[in-house]
């Protein structure tokens, strides 16, 4: 059920899109945590409209954020995001020249008991 959400800076260019996901997806999926591949959603956006401290900088961003169903051990969520923040670290899929790029990872619970999903075959 995981649902993750990529935002990068518009600052960095060239980001292999799709190797970026399934690298990250594959990443999550090594935890052993998740049932199936098809359980992972993943979505990526750069983000035009920032401010990362007070501007006039050389900083850029990749941000992860990784939702899931609450009942996950802190151990878990660590596993899992330090999975991501191990892959982020070893992608190498853009170019951000002269650039210091922050690459962060958030683990968000999503309540069990308020969380639907409904499979549709069409």
């Known amino acids: 059920m995981p649902q993750m959400f990529v935002d990068y800076s518009d600052n960095i260019q060239n980001v292999d899109k799709p190797k970026l996901l399934l690298g ?7 935890t052993g945590l998740v049932g199936h591949e098809f359980d992972i959603k993943s979505r990526i956006h750069a983000v035009s409209d920032y ?6 900088n050389n900083q850029a961003f990749i ?3 990784l939702q899931g169903l609450s009942g ?3 151990e878990q969520k660590n596993l899992m995001t330090d999975h991501l923040s191990e892959f982020l670290q070893s992608f190498k899929g853009y170019t951000a ?12 619970e999503m309540p069990k008991e308020i969380y639907r999903k409904i499979k549709v075959q069409k």
């Not at 990250?24 to 090594?30: E, G, I, M, R, S």
């Not at 020249?97 to 968000?108: H, I, P, S, Y």
């Open 24 to 30: 990250l997806n594959k990443a999550l999926f090594d």
């Open 51 to 56: 401010l990362i401290g007070f501007g006039e």
């Open 72 to 74: 996950r051990t802190d």
């Open 63 to 65: 941000f992860v954020r």
């Open 97 to 108: 020249d002269g650039l210091e790029v922050q690459l962060c990872v958030e683990f968000a």
